[in-house]
């Protein structure tokens, strides 16, 4: 069982950054690799990015290439994601994930095995 804790939501103005983290607790962390998705009132839960089990490699979605980057700090048991140039469609509910698999593109939320309870983030014009 692994208990995940996402923090650093808020409202932000168009343009803006904000870095949201997720602490995890129970089983090892190493051993699971991680993911961000978000949720928009109305929509589907969106893949963002993916983290391998050591950081090594990531992979993003196109909608967020060049503007997030996700990293993970295994000592502390905290994976991370930095958000920049953010628009007000970034609007959402943003969750963080853990999987216990390796292969590196795995983006549909059903196969994640972990979640956190969400962050919101609110992108102001």
């Known amino acids: 069982q692994v208990q995940l804790v996402e923090s650093g939501g808020g409202l932000v103005q168009a343009g803006g950054s904000l870095r949201l983290s997720c602490a995890a607790s129970?089983?090892?962390?190493?051993?699971?690799?991680m993911g961000w998705f978000r949720q928009a009132p109305g929509k589907e839960r969106q893949f963002l990015a993916r983290?391998?089990?050591?950081?090594?490699?990531?992979y993003y979605a196109d909608s967020v290439k060049g503007r997030f980057t996700i990293s993970r700090d295994n000592a502390k048991n905290t994976v991370y994601l930095q958000m920049n140039s953010l628009k007000p469609e970034d609007t959402a509910v943003y969750y963080c994930?853990?999987?216990?698999?390796?292969?590196?593109?795995?983006?549909?939320?059903?196969?994640?095995?972990?979640w956190g309870q969400g962050t919101q983030v609110t992108v102001s014009s």
């Open positions: 983290i391998s089990r050591n950081g090594g490699n990531t």
């Open positions: 994930a853990a999987d216990s698999r390796y292969y590196l593109r795995i983006i549909r939320p059903q196969d994640y095995e972990y």
């Open positions: 129970g089983r090892t962390f190493s051993s699971y690799a």
